[in-house]
């Protein structure tokens, strides 16, 4: 039986993943705990589902799991009950989702991905799944460019009609947006205790069995954090108000200097840049869609664009990072260059003009 009444729903979130994609950044913190627009990924995504009227969650965790206790508690904070669930060997997407089974309260579970930054209308996908009588429902975005993705196409009444693999040419712009409506049932049916994949496993065996899926399609704000060019845009959106966020009610603007910092005069702060907590940015900085994490350093003079420095890390006089990730703690001498994906893994000290694209020192 599927409700409408958000009370009535259990959200599950999945964070057990490795996010691999984003490393070295997860190599300290797991990705949806990641500071993003100057919180944990994952409080914007709570705050979401808390505001939409859902009560209780279950946060499904592996990979260091310990870190989400510790900062979320109880959840009461949030509005939330939440409990936690773990994996002590990370089961996929799938098993995730199987393995929370014990932790469900009702007989409507709302699963999230917890690194999608999204606008959907939680309650009308929720009404979308009672109306049609699903068994499951997927939330499915339209998006520019679909090639990127596998898409999902639906008949006329909404009824998912094939799960496709990427393609360069796809049949529909409706992709997988990370976000399920289950009854409860379904879940029961899924095999326990072995690894196993949502999208590539539990929907298309679905599909193939006659079970009622459903995609409800809207075309709401959406973006998948898990590549460090992603989780960059993601986080300008956010600082931007072009992303929607409960938590950040009320900001909107070019850049967000959080408490503690420090940003000399003469620097330039636009593009939805974030300076993290007792960050120090100095004379003529420039930064354009910067993620700057607590305690980081910019010295006089550098240009960062589109890129993230961690925890503690050092950029000195003149550099310049476009496109990049410096890990935490790292130091990056004067005039060094890093563009196009470079990634510094924590604590590597570059010397002065150690890395250039260019002669021209
Ligand atoms: P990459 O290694 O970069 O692909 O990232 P990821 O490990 O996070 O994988 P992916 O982006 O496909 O995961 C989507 C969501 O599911 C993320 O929020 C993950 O934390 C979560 N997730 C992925 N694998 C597991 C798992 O085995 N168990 C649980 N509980 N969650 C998972």
């Known amino acids: 039986m599927s409700t409408l009444d958000p009370k009535q729903v259990d959200a599950v979130v999945l964070v057990g993943g490795k996010g691999t994609r984003l490393r070295p950044l997860t190599l300290s913190k797991p990705k949806p705990m990641l500071p993003t627009a100057g919180l944990p990924f994952l409080t914007h995504l709570l705050s979401r589902i808390a505001a939409a009227g859902i009560e209780h969650v279950v946060l499904g965790t592996s990979f260091q799991a310990e870190v989400f206790e510790v900062e979320f508690g109880d959840g009461a904070k949030l509005g939330l009950q939440i409990d936690y669930v773990f994996e002590p060997e990370p089961l996929g997407t799938g098993g995730?989702?199987?393995?929370?089974?014990?932790?469900?309260?009702?007989?409507?579970?709302?699963?999230?991905?917890?690194?999608?930054?999204?606008?959907?209308?939680?309650?009308?996908?929720?009404?979308?799944?009672?109306e049609k009588n699903a068994d499951v429902t997927l939330h499915l975005v339209r998006v520019a460019d679909p090639r990127a993705f596998g898409s999902v196409p639906t008949d006329a009444d909404g009824r998912v009609t094939a799960?496709?693999?990427k393609t360069q040419d796809p049949p529909t712009d409706q992709i997988n947006a990370g976000c399920y409506v289950f009854n409860r049932a379904v879940i029961e049916a899924l095999p326990r205790g072995r690894e196993l994949s949502v999208e590539r496993e539990v929907f298309p065996r679905l599909l193939a069995d006659g079970v009622p899926i459903f995609g409800y399609v809207d075309a709401s704000y959406w973006r998948d954090m898990g590549t460090p060019e992603d989780f960059v845009r993601g986080s300008a959106d956010l600082v931007r108000g072009i992303a929607p966020s409960p938590a950040l009610a009320g900001?909107?603007?070019?850049?967000?200097?959080?408490?503690?910092?420090?940003v000399a005069p003469g620097a330039l702060l636009y593009g939805g840049t974030v300076v993290g907590r007792g960050a120090e940015i100095g004379p003529g900085v420039r930064l354009d869609g910067a993620v700057i994490f607590d305690g980081a350093k910019v010295e006089a003079g550098s240009v960062i664009e589109r890129s993230i420095v961690g925890y503690g890390a050092k950029i000195g006089p003149r550099a310049l990072i476009r496109d990049?990730?410096?890990?935490?703690?790292?130091?990056?001498?004067?005039?060094?260059?890093?563009?196009?994906?470079?990634?510094v893994w924590p604590g590597v000290v570059l010397p002065d003009c150690g890395i250039r694209y260019s002669s021209d020192v």
């Open 96 to 130: 995730g989702i199987a393995n929370v089974l014990p932790a469900l309260r009702h007989d409507t579970v709302a699963v999230f991905n917890g690194d999608v930054l999204s606008g959907v209308d939680e309650l009308e996908l929720l009404r979308f799944h009672a």
């Open 163 to 165: 799960f496709l693999e």
């Open 251 to 262: 900001h909107r603007g070019e850049s967000l200097v959080h408490d503690g910092a420090s």
């Open 324 to 343: 990049g990730i410096v890990g935490d703690g790292a130091d990056i001498g004067a005039r060094c260059e890093l563009l196009r994906g470079a990634r």
